[in-house]
């Protein structure tokens, strides 16, 4: 396993946001992270990326917490695409993308021919290519999706953690973005855990998923096992029929609320 919680809680005064979460991925894993708004999810994934410290537990890298290593470190083996990243700067794509290499390079250091052809090669992978000198403030909500996420892919890291990244997205994006991921995950033997809203893409991606309900991990297994009628009864408080087409398939009717 590369990045485990072990025992994880977190709390904000008195209020306990996350509580005794263990989870890990393992190399070429896509983990799934689903739950109700204001489960946890951002907030485990927060914690995961090692930007704020649990109240309780710790996050592993490899067998070292996390808090122990250094930022620059981290940022080197774990990459972070947080919920539209908002940006009061208007970079061009492909300075977005080099900020991808900064964890890699020595302070001040110009770029190397290493990070140049890396950008060019994540750009062509992510067919982003054609608009690396775009301002990124001009690209639409899934062109800048697909950016954050090509950042993500230049700093090669070991372990991406996507914070709803399909979010806003037209279901031809959903799919291609969860696509890019999946094949890139599986191409360079890294891991990913995902916090995805939409049941189906989650079974359709994710080799495993992770329930979380009230800051806790209510469930865990595959697609199959977890993305359940019951599940999704207790959970999500929706009566939802189930279809097993060739792999999970939830169906969910105005008139289903249970
Ligand atoms: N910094 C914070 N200070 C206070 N409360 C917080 C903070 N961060 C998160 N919370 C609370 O923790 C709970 C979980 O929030 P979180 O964003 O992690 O849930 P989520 O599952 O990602 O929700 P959503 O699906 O709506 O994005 C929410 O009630 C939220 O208000």
């Given at each position: 396993m590369i990045l485990r919680a072990q025992g994880v809680g977190w709390d904000v005064g008195s209020r306990r946001?996350?509580?005794?979460v263990d989870l890990a991925v393992a190399p070429g894993e896509v983990v799934g992270l689903i739950g109700p708004n204001g489960s946890g999810k951002s907030s485990l994934l927060r914690l995961l990326a090692g930007l704020g410290k649990p109240s309780r537990g710790s996050v592993r890298l490899d067998e070292t917490n996390?808090?122990?290593?250094p930022r620059r470190r981290v940022a080197q083996r774990v990459a972070f695409v947080e919920q539209a990243a908002v940006t009061d700067q208007n970079p061009r794509v492909v300075d977005v993308l080099a900020l991808g290499r900064t964890p890699h390079r020595r302070t001040w250091a110009v770029g190397s021919a290493w990070d140049r052809q890396i950008v060019q090669t994540v750009a062509r992978e992510t067919e982003i290519d054609g608009m690396l000198?775009?301002?990124?403030?001009?690209?639409?909500g899934g062109e800048r999706q697909r950016v954050q996420i090509a950042r993500a892919f230049v700093q090669e890291p070991e372990v991406m953690i996507l914070d709803?990244?399909?979010?806003?997205?037209d279901i031809k994006y959903q799919l291609s973005l969860l696509e890019l991921v999946s094949t890139h995950v599986r191409s360079t033997d890294a891991s990913a855990i995902i916090a995805v809203h939409d049941l189906n893409l989650a079974a359709m991606f994710c080799d495993r998923i992770i329930v979380l309900a009230g800051g806790r991990v209510v469930g865990e297994g595959t697609p199959g096992d977890t993305i359940t009628e019951k599940v999704i009864g207790e959970v999500f408080d929706v009566r939802a029929r189930i279809v097993d087409d060739d792999g999970v398939w939830v169906r969910v009717g105005r008139a289903d609320y249970a």
């Open positions: 946001i996350l509580d005794d996390i808090e122990k290593l000198d775009e301002r990124y403030g001009s690209l639409s709803e990244p399909t979010n806003h997205l």
